[in-house]
Each structure stands twice: as C-alpha cells, then as structure tokens.
C-alpha cells in the first residue's frame, strides 16, 4: 500500500467512522459485520473466542499476560500489543477489536513492569518484545498462531518497541506505531533541560510500578543508546515492510511536529517502506477518540495481515 494511496483509502474509511459512529472495513463490507462496532454472530463451539493467562520466561525474569485467542480453530494471525511508558493506558479495546476481527492479540508487562520479574529498562522492552515473538512462533498449536502473519503494535513507548522490534524480525512484515516515542531524541520530553523534560524526570521518580528505575537511570540509559534508539534511523531496517504510523492531533507528550512528522519524513525517503500515515484527533492516550483509533488500527492491520 503506497502512501499516497493508503492515505486515502484511511480517510475514506475514517471519514464514514465520523458520519455513522463507525465504519465496516472492505473485508467486512461483504457480511456486513465491523468488528469494531459488533459483537461475534457465530461462536465455532469447539474453539470459541477466548482469554488465556499467560507467563514466560525472558532473560531469566517471568513475564505476566495474557493472549485473545480468536473465534475459531485458525491458524489465526496474531498481533503483540505493546503498552507505554509506564503502561497505564494499555489500549485493550483496540486488543477486543482486533480479536472479534479474527486476530489473535498477545499482551504482556515487560520487565520490571506491573509484577513482572526483574528491573525495568528500555533496552529490555525491546528485548523483551523478540522473545514474546518467540514464544508465539513456539506454541503456534496451542494458542492457534499462524507463525508466517505476526504483526506489531504499540503506544507510545510500545510504538518505540513495536518499530524497534520489527527492524531486528526480518519475518515481521506488519508494524503499527500509535503515537511512537523517540527515545533516540533529544527534543521534547527527552530533553532534560526543557521544561517537559523536567517533568518526565520527576514523573519517573515516582513510578512505582517500575521496579529499579529512576529517572537518572532513564537519563544515562537514553543518553548512551541515542544512535541505537533513534526510529528515524531504523528506517533501513524497515525496508519490505509495512508501517502505521498514527498521531494525535492534540498530543503534548509526543507532540506530532516533533515526533510523528519527523518518522515520516525518514521513512518517506525509504522507498521500500510501505508507509500508511494519519493524525487523528485526540491526546496522547487519544482519549476523545478511541473508536476512531480502533477502526484505523484494525482496518489497516487486517488488510495487513490478509
């Protein structure tokens, strides 16, 4: 899907969303069932939609999650959902979506996160996101994974894992980055003498759900990886794939002009990247418009994966 064209295949689609609560994808345009909007109509009895708790193991710490497992026998494909920075906002609706969609969603709290084993830091979100791929390509029969249709996608931090994650899979092909954070940067948030950066350093010395971290330890972990962290600079490492990158209009965290507008701009010049882009109305956890944020999310990752 060419940017041009994917574009406006999205704002068709969006613009239908905004006039009717919701709009069916060309997939389900045929049945007449939106995954977004409705519920399952015919339940396969012997492999119904399901949720199954999960743990593994990652560079020695256990993993908590959990995996939606799609209506019936598969293989299905499968996305991993990533979570931002700290995790509050953990985009579950997006994983409902994507399931009643015929996609099975894996979601799980890395390292030093929400009761995971272990010390928390960015490297090993990243890390921790090749070895969830693992496991799904290691227990495809049990959770009815089809191995050859993984995609990745993530919020915030998660965007930064999904897009980092993706340039080290040569087998992942599908990557959504709902508004990705460039730890690689040294502009907005990430950077220490600005007033936002202030604000994040005093926000990270209170997370409590991050084992082990701090925000001198964030300052000195950003500054020693800037050229490995930079998502401009993956763009080489994305070539074959197939990239969304989605921004909230109203984001201060990431704010787009920082952030969104420059990944674009990289991987714009890649022409081997098969680049879909949008800005949608919303904050940084798109609080006004999450079902408008679904619909993309699902709509583009379905046509993805088929």
């Not at 799609?70 to 985009?91: K, S, V």
């Not at 330890?217 to 800037?226: L, M, P, Q, T, Y």
Request: one cysteine or more.
């Amino acid at each position: 899907m060419k940017l041009n064209s994917a574009k406006a295949i999205l704002a068709g689609g969006l613009a239908m969303g905004l006039a009717s609560g919701c709009a069916a994808s060309s997939h389900e345009n045929a049945s007449g069932y939106d995954a977004v909007s409705q519920d399952i109509v015919s339940v396969d009895q012997l492999y119904p939609p399901s949720i199954v708790e999960l743990s593994f193991d990652s560079h020695g710490s256990r993993l908590n999650g959990h995996i939606y497992l799609a209506n019936g026998p598969g293989p299905h494909p499968t996305a991993i959902l990533l979570h931002g920075y700290p995790g509050t906002e953990r985009n579950l609706d997006i994983a409902q979506a994507l399931r009643r969609a015929g996609i099975n969603v894996l979601f799980f709290h890395y390292r030093g996160t929400w009761g995971s084993e272990g010390e928390f830091s960015v490297i090993q979100v990243v890390e921790d996101v090749a070895t969830a791929l693992d496991v799904l390509r290691t227990r495809t029969q049990e959770y009815r994974v089809d191995p050859e249709r993984l995609a990745l996608i993530g919020h915030s931090m998660g965007g930064f894992a999904a897009l980092q994650g993706a340039a080290q899979d040569n087998a992942v092909r599908c990557v959504v980055g709902i508004a990705a954070a460039d730890f690689g940067s040294d502009e907005g948030v990430f950077n220490a003498e600005s007033e936002a950066g202030r604000a994040l350093d005093t926000y990270s010395d209170n997370l409590q759900m991050l084992q082990g971290w701090s925000s001198d330890k964030f300052r000195a972990e950003i500054s020693k990886n800037r050229e490995s962290f930079s998502l401009p600079g993956l763009a080489p490492r994305l070539a074959g794939k197939s990239v969304l990158l989605i921004a909230g209009k109203n984001d201060q965290a990431v704010p787009p002009p920082l952030f969104h507008d420059r990944l674009v701009a990289a991987y714009s010049e890649q022409k081997h990247i098969d680049m879909t882009e949008i800005t949608i109305p919303g904050d940084h956890a798109f609080s006004w418009s999450r079902v408008l944020l679904t619909q993309t999310v699902v709509d583009w990752t379905k046509q993805c994966v088929d």
